[in-house]
T-cell receptor, first 114, second 113 residues
Framework: ETGVTQSPTHLIKTRGQQVTLRCSSQ?????VSWYQQALGQGPQFIFQ???????GRGNFPPRFSGLQFPNYSSELNVNALELDDSALYLC?????????????FGPGTRLTVT | DQQVKQNSPSLSVQEGRISILNCDYT??????FLWYKKYPAEGPTFLIS?????DKNEDGRFTVFLNKSAKHLSLHIVPSQPGDSAVYFC????????????FGTGTRLTIIP
């Protein structure tokens, strides 16, 4: 059973640029959630995708967008990067959308915006 | 608005003793609570959970207690082992629909050999 993988591991971008982060969900999981973890904070929910549709969104601006593909892998896109976007971005996959489904997290992508 | 709070950023415990990590929440609609453990350079790993209809759930060395009236939960680890050294996050959700996990800020637990 393959776990959740994310790419790239680290990324450095300049303010104003755009970035795409990728996530491969655990085999058989149809739901992917993305979280942003700033330094010294807990993960904050960005949005969730279920069967290729956005299924809930946290308090993040529209320049944060996502996609889920038929194989349930997912992308997080961030446009017009700001310095405050520097964080660890985590994706988590699960078998369903309810809170009681265990979410399996990937190791994250560390984004630095300069 | 921090709906899930972990007021102790760090905790040191002697190996073999009990570790107690605390978590408070403000949203009375939360009905499912989870603890995650995170090692450096890894994603959070699910540890144990509890539904709001229970006040205790036990899994080996780990026990989670829930006090709904106080909006407080705690994680007990006994006996503590060096491999337990990690950051522990408390999280809460609604047990239906598309509800997200709302995390606390974490407590760094260090087990002293």
């Amino acid at each position: 059973e393959t776990g959740v993988t994310q790419s790239p591991t680290h990324l450095i971008k300049t303010r104003g640029q755009q970035v795409t982060l990728r996530c491969s969900s655990q085999s058989g999981h149809n739901t992917v959630s993305w979280y942003q973890q700033a330094l010294g904070q807990g993960p904050q929910f960005i949005f969730q995708y279920y069967r290729e549709e956005e299924n809930g969104r946290g308090n993040f601006p529209p320049r944060f967008s996502g996609l889920q593909f038929p194989n349930y892998s997912s992308e997080l896109n961030v446009n017009a990067l700001e310095l405050d976007d520097s964080a660890l971005y985590l994706c988590a996959s699960s078998l369903g959308t309810a809170g009681s489904y265990e979410q399996y997290f990937g190791p994250g992508t560390r984004l630095t915006v300069t | 608005d921090q709906q899930v709070k972990q007021n102790s950023p760090s905790l040191s415990v002697q190996e073999g003793r009990i570790s107690i990590l605390n978590c408070d929440y403000t949203n009375s609609m939360f009905d499912y609570f989870l603890w995650y453990k995170k090692y450096p350079a890894e994603g959070p790993t699910f540890l144990i959970s509890i539904s709001s209809i229970k006040d205790k759930n036990e899994d080996g060395r780990f026990t989670v207690f829930l006090n709904k009236s106080a909006k407080h939960l705690s994680l007990h680890i006994v006996p503590s082992q060096p491999g337990d050294s990690a950051v522990y996050f408390c999280a809460a959700s609604l047990n239906f629909g598309n509800e997200k996990l709302t995390f606390g800020t974490g407590t760094r637990l260090t087990i002293i050999p």
